[in-house]
């Protein structure tokens, strides 16, 4: 059981290009979350999606779009990078309801120049 | 709003040592509390999660406390090894569903021989 995978594990991107994020996990967990962290900050939630077919925009949404086709994927986009996008970026997933535990993949460190 | 703080920043302290992380938190509706580690350039691993009516949790040599009258939770770390050295997040859920998690910034301990 590989738990939640991201792809690329790093990526170097110039400015105005479009990047997409993988994440998938194999868990069947029904809700999943992308995250951003930054030096000195916590992580902070961009979007999220409590089961296939359904998205929500979290605390920083803005320059990132997300869907839900199914239970194992949820990409991230970034339609046009700009380098405050520079930044780590969390996946994870969790069972929906009270004290369900949120499981994270390595990270995608992506550089936007 | 919904904050979560810890202290300190961060954390030198000699192999074999004991120490101890705090956590300030207004989250309200309180859900329940977790402590996860992060070791450098991977995703937090989840050490331990308590309820409202929980005040402790052990997970080995970690040791989670909660005062939910002040808002507080510390994590004791007993006889610590090398491989501790990481960064601690405490993560408060909020909501009646627990699913908004409110990320503090975390505190980087390192353990040096």
């Known amino acids: 059981i590989a738990g939640i995978t991201q792809a690329p594990t790093s990526q170097i991107l110039a400015a105005g290009r479009r990047m997409t994020l993988r994440c998938t996990q194999d868990?069947?967990?029904?809700?999943m979350y992308w995250y951003r962290q930054d030096l000195g900050l916590g992580l902070r939630l961009i979007h999220y999606?409590?089961?296939?077919?359904?998205?929500g925009k979290g605390e920083v949404p803005d320059g990132y779009s997300v869907s839900r086709a199914n239970t194992d994927d949820f990409p991230l986009t970034l339609a046009s990078a700009v380098p405050s996008q520079t930044s780590v970026y969390f996946c994870?997933?969790?069972?929906?309801?009270?004290?369900?535990?949120?499981?994270f993949g390595p990270g995608t460190r992506l550089t936007v120049t | 709003k919904n904050q979560v703080e810890q202290s300190p920043q961060s954390l030198i302290i000699l192999e074999g040592k004991n120490c101890t992380l705090q956590?300030?938190?207004?989250?309200?509706?309180?859900?329940?509390l977790r402590w996860y580690k992060q070791d450098t350039g991977r995703g937090p691993v989840s050490l331990t999660i308590?309820?409202?009516?929980?005040n402790t949790k052990s997970n080995g040599r970690y040791t989670a406390t909660l005062d939910a009258d002040t808002k507080q939770s510390s994590l004791h770390i007993t006889a610590s090894q090398l491989s501790d050295s990481a960064s601690y997040i405490c993560?408060?859920?909020?909501?009646?569903?627990?699913?908004?998690?409110?990320f503090g910034p975390g505190t980087r301990l390192s353990v040096l021989p």
């Open positions: 994870a997933s969790s069972r929906t309801g009270q004290g369900s535990e949120q499981y």
């Open positions: 868990m069947r967990h029904n809700a």
């Open positions: 999606s409590n089961t296939a077919g359904t998205t």
């Open positions: 956590c300030n938190y207004t989250v309200s509706p309180f859900s329940n």
């Open positions: 308590m309820t409202f009516s929980e």
């Open positions: 993560v408060v859920s909020a909501g009646n569903y627990g699913q908004n998690f409110v």
